[in-house]
Structures are given as C-alpha cells and as structure tokens.
C-alpha cells in the first residue's frame, strides 16, 4: 500500500510513501521504488489519498498593520493613507476605485490610468478586469466599506471588506494570505 504525498503551500504531490516500511519514495523513473510503484498503480491498485493540510491560521491584525501591507505592496501611500484619515475617507486609490465602480459602465485600464482616477497601472489592470467581470456598488456599499474603513481597529482574513478589496485590486488569495502571515512586513516575493 501507497499513500500520496503533496507540498504544504502549493498542493501539488511530491512524493509517495510506501506504507509498509513508511519509505518515502521520489517522483524519479530511474528510482527502482517508483518503478515498482508505478507496476503497482498498472496492476488497478489506487494508493491512499493525500493528507489534506490544516488551513493557515491567520492572526488578527491593527488597521495599522493591514495598511503597512497594502503599503509594501505598493497599492497605497503614507501620504494617501494620512489624508484619508484626515478627510475620514478611503484613501487613494481606494476611493477612487471604489468610485469608479458605483458610476458604472466599464471604464478601461487606459481610463483609470488618467483622470479623475490616476490609479497606479497594475492596479487600473486589476480594477479594469474587475468591473468589466461585473463589480458594481451602490452608493449605500461605497458609504459601508468607507465606514468600515474609517472605523476599523483590527481586521481578520475572513472579514468581508478583505474580501471586497481583493475583489476590487485584484489580489490573489496567496498574496493577500501572505500580507496577514506576515503581519503587514513582507509581501514581496
């Protein structure tokens, strides 16, 4: 008997392990183990089914910390962030993006680029795609997500305006996985 092995981040099967002596068998054709293995799975055998990992745990972080990410990821600015608060308003390019989707229609990335929106380019991109795939607010969710903004002290992975800004920017679940992982620090590379 056999049981798949996968990669904790990525889910793909790396290995094989070999139940009867709990070997750990390489993905190799020229590996006598695998060659067996392989004969194994010819012969109608079906190895175990791989352990699913436990889902990450993600700490709860300080708007601070949240925004310190969304900084390194070069989606806002101290400047942005320090206006906003001032103006108690989302802060560019939040606003703008959030705005651009309560107007409607489908502007282009080319569009974001310029006035009034003057989105940084991956982020007009990612904006672009997303209200062309359909994002539209009113403006009772612009005023809700401004507010929760405005007023959160700490935020969680599995709070909804986390899952609305993905939405809107563009980020991917690993990308913005690793923003709380790391508590705001690193989200490069």
Known sequence: MYKLIKNRNFGE???IQRLSDNAFIPLDGCNADYQ???LWVAAGNTPEAADLPPPPEFPILTSGEFQQGLVNMGILTYSGILAAVKQAELPYPLKQ?????VAGGTPTAAQLLAAPYNLPAPVATGVAQAIAGGLTLTAGERDKITFTW???VQVGRDYPIIGQL??????PDAVMDKLFLT?????NG
């Open 13 to 15: 099967i790396i290995s």
């Open 36 to 38: 067996e293995y392989l």
């Open 97 to 101: 993006i959030v705005d651009a989707a």
């Open 150 to 152: 405005v007023t959160m």
């Open 166 to 171: 993905q939405l809107v920017l563009g980020i």
């Open 183 to 187: 508590r705001g620090e690193s989200t």
